[in-house]
């Protein structure tokens, strides 16, 4: 038996807001509870409502410039740049520039719509 698993056929998370996600290991895609690592893509001018997720979130973008409202700090990351956001710290996420961003979401434990504890606008 082997001790690795490629992945080279992501689950394509359904979205209505411009974003792609490709979870390649994680809940949906592999039932890993433990940790989730996914591909986003998101166009410019896209954001999400405010969250207080159960997990750490660590974020590393590839292309691209990603806005994260932290608290009460705005922090601007540009390609070759990563963070790590701590479980149960209240972020915003958006991408307020002309280009689309591209990065890696990695989860710990996965992510999950029942813990990501997202505000309703």
Known sequence: MKKYKIQDNPFIVPTNDGKAIKEHFGLVSDG??????AHMTVPGGWSEPFQTPEFDE??????GKKKFIIEKDTVVLKAGQSIKIEKNTRVQYSNPFDEACE??????????MDLVNREVE
């Open 32 to 37: 890993n509870t433990q940790i989730s690592i």
């Open 58 to 63: 660590y974020t590393f973008v590839i292309k």
């Open 103 to 112: 990065y890696l979401a990695i989860c710990v434990p996965a992510f999950s």
